[in-house]
Every structure is written in C-alpha cells, then in structure tokens.
Nanobody
Framework: QLQLVESGGGLVQPGGSLRLSCAAPGFTLDYYMIVWFRQAPGKEREGVSCISNSDGSVYYVESVKGRFTISRDNAKNTVYLQMNSLKPEDTAVYYC???????????????????WGKGTLVTVSS
C-alpha cells in the first residue's frame, strides 16, 4: 500500500514562504500524477496544483498562480510545493495525493484520488 507523507508545514507571517514536501517511502513517485490539495477551516477541500507523471507539466489554480511552485526531485523521490507571498487565506491543511491522469491537464485538481496523505498544517498569521 502506497503511503504519502507530507512535511514542511508550520506558522509563517503574511508575505513569508514555506516549502512542503511529499514523499512515498518504498515507492517511485515519478510514476504518478501528484496533486496538492488544501482544506481551510470550514471550507471544502480544493486542489491547488498538479504535476504530471509523463512530462513534468504543471497546473495551478488561479488563487495560487505566480506564488506557488510545484516540482519533483526524482532522485529524492519527493514532490515539493514552494509557497511564496503567503496570505492568511492560504491557511489550511495541505495534502498531497496520487490521482488518476485526466484527459485534460486542467482537470487534474478534480481527478479521482487514488491515495491521500495525512496532511500538514500551514498557518499564515501575524
């Protein structure tokens, strides 16, 4: 059973940065399309960014475009989410997930999730 492990969350001031990591001990993550989701208090979970398993192409929702960067390090078998210029509204539990590859890249944030991580909390507050 593939297990996803997120790390890197914490408390940061508005305008600050954090880098989240997603690892899968014993599995090769570059075989899979990975999506970062988040769930803010009282809100539904939303997908924010995806990275392809085939060509490394990426996708971002509008609310994080230009501030967040998703990437892979295949040597470390890890997917990252670099988050810059953080805002209080970015406060959420962030999850990485393996998803089914959609027919259109932009649909990746709503693709069926095959495996979930347990999440890491990001709090943006002064």
């Amino acid at each position: 059973q593939l297990q996803l492990v997120e790390s890197g969350g914490g408390l940061v001031q508005p305008g600050g940065s954090l880098r989240l990591s997603c690892a899968a001990p014993g599995f090769t993550l570059d075989y899979y399309m990975i999506v970062w989701f988040r769930q803010a208090p009282g809100k539904e979970r939303e997908g924010v960014s995806c990275i392809s398993n085939s060509d490394g192409s990426v996708y971002y929702v509008e609310s994080v475009k230009g501030r967040f960067t998703i990437s892979r390090d295949n040597a470390k078998n890890t997917v990252y989410l670099q988050m810059n210029s953080l805002k209080p509204e970015d406060t959420a539990v962030y999850y990485c997930a393996v998803v089914e590859v959609p027919p259109v890249k932009a649909l990746c944030v709503s693709s069926r999730v095959v495996y979930w991580g347990k999440g890491t909390l990001v709090t943006v507050s002064s």
